[in-house]
T-cell receptor
Framework: SAVISQKPSRDICQRGTSLTIQCQVD?????MFWYRQQPGQSLTLIAT?????????ESGFVIDKFPISRPNLTFSTLTVSNMSPEDSSIYLC???????????FGEGSRLTVL | DAKTTQPNSMESNEEEPVHLPCNHS???????IHWYRQLPSQGPEYVIH???SNVNNRMASLAIAEDRKSSTLILHRATLRDAAVYYC???????????FGTGTSLTVIP
């Protein structure tokens, strides 16, 4: 199994600012992903964080708005840039080890943009 | 990715079995069927997954129809801690991403 820690767990941000969320896994993992979960909704995949290269973004998400880093096999960051109230959401980091079926999740980072 | 269809919500009495259905009529031969659940204020957690045969683990059982166009997650004895949103997800064996549908919100009645 893998334990995933996210920081911050929650934050209140001003419109127009940017916030970086950190994701730390307690073991090396092959795949890391970032999801968004808006209030009362399901999870939407933002991107796959690729180690040592640019992230792979899903339709509707772009690097300028959600830059992602993954410098090694245990750590990734997601930045939410130039925030607006529509970005208020829970952002979840997840990871897979090898080719097993199981996906592990962090507790999420709840962002409120005023 | 193939889509899944689940009821929006279900209720169960405590200590009774719960059968959570999932339809996936466009499933392909290489799609695995995964179930995750999300307890309130937590990230999703793995429940079970399978390809063709029924599967059992300590949390639940997964019954897969012979034509694989539907599956059922079975909680053998619901507890209050099982109240959560349950997601049925298809993942191609060659793909890495998991795409979540709307899920079923399970309420367990004491």
């Amino acid at each position: 199994s893998a334990v995933i820690s996210q920081k911050p767990s929650r934050d209140i941000c001003q419109r127009g600012t940017s916030l970086t969320i950190q994701c730390q896994v307690d073991s090396q993992v092959t795949m890391m992903f970032w999801y968004r979960q808006q209030p009362g909704q399901s999870l939407t995949l933002i991107a796959t964080a690729n180690q040592g290269s640019e992230a792979t973004y899903e339709s509707g998400f772009v690097i300028d708005k959600f830059p992602i880093s993954r410098p090694n096999l245990t750590f990734s960051t997601l930045t939410v840039s130039n925030m607006s109230p529509e970005d208020s959401s829970i952002y979840l980091c997840s990871a897979r080890q090898g080719n097993t079926g199981e996906l592990f999740f962090g507790e999420g980072s709840r962002l409120t943009v005023l | 990715d193939a889509k899944t269809t689940q009821p929006n919500s279900m209720e169960s009495n405590e200590e009774e079995p719960v059968h959570l259905p999932c339809n996936h009529s466009t499933i392909s031969g290489t799609d695995y069927i995964h179930w995750y659940r999300q307890l309130p204020s937590q990230g999703p957690e793995y429940v079970i997954h399978g390809l063709t045969s029924n599967v059992n683990n300590r949390m639940a059982s997964l019954a897969i129809a012979e034509d694989r166009k539907s599956s059922t997650l079975i909680l053998h004895r619901a507890t209050l801690r099982d109240a959560a949103v349950y997601y049925c997800i298809l993942r191609d064996s060659t793909g890495n991403q998991f795409y979540f549908g709307t899920g079923t919100s399970l309420t367990v009645i004491p």
